[in-house]
């Protein structure tokens, strides 16, 4: 009798315990995958609001409207994680090649002072012309900023920590010396731009929560489809193989360096159009809730794992938390406890797994 | 997967928090509202978004509670049940004001009234939300730019020439001073920078050392002027365009009132000690209870009386000098302020 035929009952018809095999490389697979954990919480959390959240009437419509499920808070949390998601992407790069980056607040000030700075100056006619300006001077200081860590990185072999802790406070010293500490006001043409509505409607904004799902699409493919990213994970995951097999280790440093530098330029373009103003203090702090993202969305910050997608949904789960802190009316003060906690437990969770994993290893090969 | 934990562990994170005592929004106030004709469980109840700066700050602390007297009295009055959500970020950042903005008007804010950390960041938020049928009022920082149909605060940059004609008078028109600004992105603080500048260029003998910015919390206030005190020894004179340096006692045994004078904006009773030791003679106090208050009377007077608000309320400063304590103190006892020192209650 082969292992087919005892799945079959007498009558030929396949058995409850054939049908479950038969399931369970697709439900395996399912459970399995890295995003099935945050998707899960994810779909919980918005469930729970949905139920919890209560309702109001529309001064407009007179019809009752949930006070979560509706479109405007929905795209409008989707939008408030976008800035943070978009630049998780690039730290989960750096994360991934065993770095850290703990300037890209700082950058993303920069970027976005940098930007103001020269519309102010340029002030294009056309208002696609402020736009591509502003995105080219974003982009490009992003850019210098992140090239900037990675030499120094590479060059004075001294912690990466350290390294972006250090250009954390200069390059927000640079924003703050050349803005004086104005806030600067954009053109109109970058706030249409980040502000489009795109056909849904007054007051829906779905340009940045786009942005998020493309450069996190971007982030995945470059991770996990080119050799580039492969040679992210090596160096992250053994960098002295890594050496030996040939990789040029100081190239690969510096690049993730420059997508990190890149993505936090992307998002000082979108927020700062998105919200009309510039100034050095903006993004204070969030490079915590950008290195907790990717942390929540599984990165090891000892390198070699790590995943863009994850680092997205990490992002999504944590302003969740803080919207549902708002939306159930608990104390908000709440917030940096919740997230705090929940990194912590996290990371703690993450450690334990690979010990227990370790000693199965270990146990296999006795 | 590390992922899967992550989220597991955000979901018991999350539960940390407790669970959610009703499915409606909380009335800040507390009670219910009284009725004076019609009955206020069947009225539409007003629901008003506050966003102050900092919810760490005692001046919108007290502004919350002018704010929550307010919608208690004028909900017995009206018969209309009035509800002050309370949003503010404990920092100050204007994007995370711009969101809560959003957030108030999707969750069914009736109005929004709003003292603004960045106005730049906050115009936009308020446009939409004002296009979506939300009137917006702001109050102690002013979004001018924005459709906002009222601002209820003192006249910022008067208010710094009015510091620094103080602190003039009190140094005899000479002497090195230097200027406590707070946060550098406050519109109304630059403003008020402005008028201590313009001021002082009045007085030939006064030459200011430098503006100091700062995190806008007592203690990274109080080490400001501990670290300039150090740096300069010949300073004569503070002009303190807020009085957060003063909601620390550091001061009161680092700075000899024979040496140095402050004259700061605000008078909260944690400040009341430097005006009865002689450091800080002159105060000049916003009545933060007033931002609250003031505020939602206008927006009760726009939305439920449909009166016409003008688009400027002037809030006047008090002066509190040792001659005025005792009748400042009995007035913030009256607001709510409990831990005014019980001997200020006594004086004249």
Redesign the interface.
């Known amino acids: 009798m082969t292992a087919a035929d005892s799945r079959m009952d007498p009558a030929g018809a396949p058995s409850d315990a054939s049908r479950a095999t038969r399931l369970s490389p697709i439900v395996r697979k399912l459970l ?1 995958s ?5 998707v ?3 779909v ?2 918005l469930i729970l609001l949905s139920v ?9 419509t007179g019809r009752s ?1 949930n ?1 979560f499920l ?1 479109s ?2 929905l795209i ?1 949390t989707a939008t ?1 994680a976008s800035f943070f998601a978009i630049m998780a992407v690039g730290a989960t790069i750096v994360i991934i090649s065993g770095g850290i980056d703990l300037s890209v607040g700082s950058v993303y000030a920069l970027a976005g002072v940098a930007m103001g700075l020269c519309l102010r100056v340029a002030t294009p006619g056309g208002g696609v012309g402020a736009v591509v300006l502003g995105f080219v001077v974003a982009v490009a200081v992003g850019l210098a900023a992140g090239a900037l860590n990675g030499a120094m990185v590479v060059a004075l072999r001294v912690h990466p920590f350290i390294i972006t802790l250090g250009t954390m406070w200069i390059l927000r010293g640079i924003a ?1 010396v050349s803005s004086k ?1 104005d ?3 954009l053109p109109d043409s970058m ?1 249409h731009f980040a ?1 489009s509505p795109l056909g849904l409607g ?2 829906l904004y779905p340009v940045p929560m786009l942005c998020m799902l493309i450069i996190a699409a971007l982030g995945a493919t470059y991770l996990h489809r080119t050799v580039m990213g492969r040679h992210v994970f090596a160096l992250g995951g053994n960098a002295e193989a890594s050496r030996f097999s040939g990789l040029r280790l100081g190239r690969i440093q510096i690049g993730v360096y420059v997508l990190a530098g890149l993505t936090a330029g992307l998002a000082a373009f979108l ?1 700062s159009g ?9 993004a ?2 969030y490079e915590l809730y950008v290195i907790a993202s990717a ?4 990165a ?1 910050l000892s390198g070699g ?1 790590g ?1 863009a997608i ?1 680092a997205m ?2 992002a999504v ?2 302003v969740l ?1 803080r ?17 705090g ?3 912590v ?2 990371v703690v ?2 450690q334990a ?1 690979a010990r227990f994993a370790a000693r199965r290893l270990a146990q296999g090969e006795e | ?14 539960l ?3 669970c ?1 005592k ?5 009335p800040a106030t507390g009670e219910a509202p009284a009725a004076s004709g019609g009955s206020p469980a069947a009225a ?1 109840p007003i ?1 008003i978004a506050m966003i102050a700066k900092s ?1 760490t700050n005692p001046v919108f602390l007290s502004a919350r509670r002018g704010a929550e007297t307010a919608a208690k009295d004028l909900s017995g009055r009206t018969g209309v049940p009035i509800e002050i959500i309370w ?1 503010t ?3 100050e ?3 995370i004001q ?3 903005i ?2 108030a ?4 804010a ?1 109005a929004v009234l709003i003292s603004c950390s ?4 906050v ?3 308020i446009n ?1 939300a004002v ?4 009137p917006v009022m702001t109050f102690d920082s002013d979004a001018a ?1 924005s459709k906002r149909f009222s601002y209820y605060g003192v006249d910022d940059r008067q208010l710094g020439e009015d510091v620094m004609a103080e602190l003039a008078k009190l140094l005899g028109g000479k002497g090195r001073v230097a200027i406590l600004a707070g ?3 406050a ?1 109304n603080l630059r403003r008020r920078v402005e008028g201590v500048k313009s001021e002082a260029a009045k007085h030939h003998g006064i030459q200011i050392i430098g503006t100091f ?1 700062h995190a806008e919390t007592p203690q990274d206030a109080a080490a400001e002027v501990i670290r300039v005190g150090n740096s300069y020894p010949d300073i004569k004179g503070w002009a303190m365009v807020g009085g957060w340096a003063l909601f620390t006692k550091t001061l009161l045994t680092d700075l000899d009132p024979k040496k140095v004078k402050i004259v700061a904006v605000d008078a909260l009773p944690t400040e009341l000690p430097y005006v009865e030791k002689g450091l800080a003679p002159v105060l000049l106090a916003q009545s933060s209870f007033l931002w609250g208050n003031v505020g939602v009377t206008k927006i009760i007077d726009k939305l439920h009386y449909k009166k016409d608000v003008p688009e400027v309320v002037s809030m006047d400063p008090v002066r509190v000098t040792s001659e005025t304590l005792g009748s400042w103190s009995r007035q913030l006892r009256q607001w709510g302020f409990a831990d005014v020192p019980e001997e200020y209650l006594k004086l004249k």
């Open positions: 399995r890295q995003q099935f954990g945050l899960t919480v994810i919980f959390l919890l959240a209560g309702s109001h009437i529309d001064n407009a409207v006070n509706n405007y808070t409008q408030d703050f500490g806030s600067i006001t706030i502000k007054a007051a927020g998105f919200y009309g103003s510039v100034s050095c203090v903006d204070t702090g942390v929540v969305g599984g090891r794992r995943s994850n949904l990490g789960l944590i938390i919207q549902s802190i708002r939306t159930l009316h608990l104390d908000q003060n709440y917030e940096w406890i919740i997230i906690c929940a990194i437990i996290a969770l993450d797994s | 997967m590390v992922s899967r934990r992550a989220a597991m562990a955000a979901m018991a994170a999350l940390l928090a407790g959610p009703g499915k409606t929004t909380v539409k629901r919810s949003l970020p404990p920092q950042d204007g994007q711009a969101q809560r959003a957030q008007v999707n969750e069914g009736n960045d106005a730049g960041k115009t936009g938020a939409d296009a979506r049928g939300v730019q946060n550098q992105n519109p910015y």
